[in-house]
């Protein structure tokens, strides 16, 4: 269990107690104890929780799309449903008819991102997964492997190092400044930021959360820190339906970005 | 917080921003099941149905506009058979009126001439009952005149009577006198 579990159980430390500060979380909510390990590879809770997700996301499209009827049962139409959404609201919108190829990939993509970050509100799981910056880091990279590989495999090295870092329409003189930056921008930037947009959202998210609900426990006392305390917990009921928002957009926004890359990748040499 | 931060940094060297390399493998490992079984199997399957049920809707659609095109070229025979058999049975009507009207002035001169060959066999007939009407009476006439002369002479002037032809003149003068007196009226 995480740390935050264990600072609630452990909390007989209340406000005003003497010599009791707040319990304030910190790195250590994102710290956690290997479950096991083997040399110098270990398995923890993010981990664990990461399979979960992908059996959850397997066994979801499983039972929706193996069997797929002409007309849809509640759960195929669901699934028809997300699976619709991503791959004309994102994925054809943004890269269009030539798109079609990537829209496995994305799919699966949104629906992992979107559960890794959902578990943050399940309880017992409690932890976005995307909050330990492994996860979206591996993916911003299998996404900067494939518009890297889609970039040069469409325009050749010159044609693609051209398509990556010189913009079309733009004055002689400004491509001095211009082509480092886009160079910079496009090759080391992007899957950096990529990444960390989506870590960052949901370590944010997930301390806010976690710092309301160890306030409200703390401020719980027989005084007038019962009053900041319930405050306190109307606020994380509050962050935690904000945070389901959050959640679905960072999903949203990673795979956005993703097709907007491999639409770059795909443009026509200019 | 900074607090918090700094009191854990001493306690264990953590960055959040590093990337641990076991969660890395788990993490695509787990990325990679779920792309796997979708990209393969399960979002193919679904795309078959789905443009199977386009299809579905489009052949229907297409079912419904040759069924509406048939229709169409149905009612366009049946007016153009409907506009044929109108004016069939108005050229029939035309041609029965004319027939009609033939026939009648046909019926009407034969009419004409049979009254005209009745009026002129009535003509003849009274013609002849008139001649012979004349005749009977001129005859009549003459012998009762001539009996009633011979009793009032008291002999008998029927031999003489009839060889000198008194009779006759007398008859013929009376109806010259008539003639007169119907030319004068006239």
């Known amino acids: 269990m995480s740390a935050e579990l264990t600072s609630l159980a452990s909390g007989s430390c209340h406000f005003g107690d003497a010599g009791c500060g707040f319990p304030a979380p910190g790195l250590n909510e994102f710290d956690f104890k290997p479950i096991f390990s083997i040399g110098s590879f270990y398995f923890n809770k993010p981990m664990l929780l990461s399979m979960i997700v992908a059996v959850l996301v397997v066994v979801f499209f499983w039972a929706a799309f193996a069997k797929p009827r002409l007309v849809p049962g509640k759960l195929q139409l669901v699934g028809e449903i997300g699976y619709d959404f991503v791959k004309r609201s994102i994925v054809l919108e943004t890269i269009g008819k030539k798109g079609e190829k990537y829209v496995p990939m994305l799919v699966s993509m949104f629906f992992f991102v979107w559960l890794l970050n959902i578990m943050s509100i399940i309880p017992f799981a409690q932890f976005p997964v995307t909050a330990a910056i492994a996860f979206p880091a591996g993916l911003a990279a299998v996404v900067w492997v494939t518009y890297m590989t889609l970039t040069f495999k469409k325009h050749g090295f010159v044609g693609g190092l051209k398509n990556l870092c010189w913009p079309s329409g733009i004055p002689g003189w400004v491509m001095f400044i211009l082509v480092p930056i886009e160079f910079f921008s496009n090759i080391f930037v992007r899957p950096f930021t990529l990444a960390v947009r989506a870590f960052a959202n949901m370590f944010a998210g997930h301390l806010l959360i976690v710092m309301f609900s160890i306030a409200s426990w703390y401020l719980l006392s027989p005084s007038l820190g019962a009053l900041y305390g319930s405050a306190s917990f109307v606020v994380a009921v509050g962050l935690t339906a904000f945070e389901l928002l959050v959640q679905f957009l960072q999903a949203y926004i990673f795979v956005m970005l993703a097709s907007s890359y491999i639409a770059g990748a795909l443009e026509e040499a200019h | ?186």
């Not at chain 2, 990325?31 to 386009?54: A, Y």
């Not at chain 2, 005749?135 to 001539?146: E, F, H, K, N, P």
């Open chain 2, 1 to 186: 917080m900074s607090m918090a931060i700094a009191q854990l940094a001493a306690e264990e060297k953590m960055n959040p921003l590093l990337p641990a390399w076991p969660e890395i493998i788990i993490g695509l490992l787990c990325f990679f099941i779920v792309f796997g079984l979708l990209g393969k199997k399960l979002l193919p399957s679904i795309e078959k149905v789905l443009s199977e049920r386009r299809d579905a809707i489009e052949g229907g659609m297409e079912r419904a506009e040759a069924a509406q095109a048939e229709a169409q070229a149905l009612l366009e025979q049946y007016r153009a058979e409907l506009a044929e058999a109108r004016h069939e049975a108005a050229r029939i009507v035309e041609q029965a009126r004319e027939q009609g009207a033939a026939q009648l002035t046909e019926m009407r001169e034969e009419g004409q001439r049979q009254r005209e060959a009745i009026v002129a066999a009535g003509h003849a007939q009274i013609e002849a009952d008139k001649k012979q009407a004349t005749a009977a009476l001129r005859q009549d006439v003459g012998s009762l005149a001539t009996q009633l002369a011979s009793r009032i002479v008291g002999e008998s002037l029927e031999e003489h009577t009839r060889q000198s032809g008194v009779i006759d003149r007398f008859l013929d003068e009376l109806e010259a006198k008539a003639a007169v007196a119907q030319g004068a009226a006239k």
